[in-house]
């Protein structure tokens, strides 16, 4: 089964900056395209960042635009979030997950189970 570990999330303060990077067990991220998502406590999922199964495309949410980039290395079958100037509002579990397309990724219409997420918590 495959599985999707997520890490690199912590407690740091507004404008500070995480790193997040995801590992598929087994080499199933080759020809999808991956999203990271994130969810808030009381607060429905949703995605934060997507990329096109090359890395040619990245789009991202509104709430993020222009202080996350995601990045992916299909070789080791990774997926990261470089997240920067970070927010109050970006607290969070975060996961990513796969899909035939962006499309899919972004209607969080995801081709794996989800891992366990990683954690951010972002204090003023």
């Known amino acids: 089964q495959v599985q999707l570990v997520e890490s690199g999330g912590g407690s740091v303060l507004a404008g500070g900056s995480l790193g997040l990077s995801c590992t598929a067990a087994g080499r199933m991220f080759s020809g999808y395209a991956l999203g990271w998502y994130r969810q808030a406590p009381g607060k429905e999922r949703e995605v934060v960042a997507a990329?096109?199964?090359?890395?040619?495309?990245?789009e991202y949410s509104d709430s993020v635009k222009g202080r996350v980039a995601i990045a992916r290395d299909n070789a080791k079958q990774q997926v990261y979030l470089q997240m920067n100037g970070l927010k109050p509002e970006d607290t969070g579990l975060y996961y990513c997950?796969?899909?035939?397309?962006?499309?899919?990724?972004?209607?969080?219409?995801?081709?794996?189970?989800w891992g366990q997420g990683t954690q951010v918590t972002v204090s003023s």
């Open positions: 997950n796969a899909g035939p397309s962006l499309s899919e990724v972004k209607a969080i219409d995801v081709r794996y189970p």
């Open positions: 990329i096109s199964w090359n890395g040619a495309t990245t």
